[in-house]
């Protein structure tokens, strides 16, 4: 079955950098589009990046633009979130997610990023 396994979270200072994992299996990893999602306390879930199977295809929600930067490696089955410049408004848990149509719509377990000082 599909797994999403999160990994990288963590406590930061404002301006800091994290970087995020996700190791994906069960599924064919190279043929699908992924993306991070994020939710704080008391929010809808967002989008903050998404990447297409051949990696050559990125978008980034406007709050992370020029900031966080979404990267795969196919061999290794895994998904990266480069955060810089942290701000305490990006304190939320990251998600990564597969859709690969109709009902198969998978997510991870999340991971916690908390920036503050």
């Known amino acids: 079955q599909v797994q999403l396994v999160e990994s990288g979270g963590g406590l930061v200072q404002p301006g800091g950098s994290l970087r995020l994992s996700c190791a994906a299996s069960?599924?064919?990893?190279?043929?699908?589009?992924m993306r991070w999602y994020r939710q704080a306390p008391g929010k809808e879930r967002e989008l903050v990046a998404a990447?297409?199977?051949?990696?050559?295809?990125?978008t980034y929600g406007d709050s992370v633009k020029g900031r966080f930067t979404i990267s795969r490696d196919n061999a290794k089955n895994t998904v990266y979130l480069q955060m810089n410049s942290l701000k305490p408004e990006d304190t939320a848990v990251y998600y990564c997610?597969?859709?690969?149509?109709?009902?198969?719509?998978?997510w991870g377990q999340g991971t916690q990023v908390t920036v503050s000082s």
């Open positions: 997610n597969v859709f690969r149509g109709g009902s198969s719509n998978h």
């Open positions: 990447i297409g199977s051949v990696a050559s295809s990125t």
């Open positions: 069960g599924f064919t990893f190279s043929s699908y589009a």
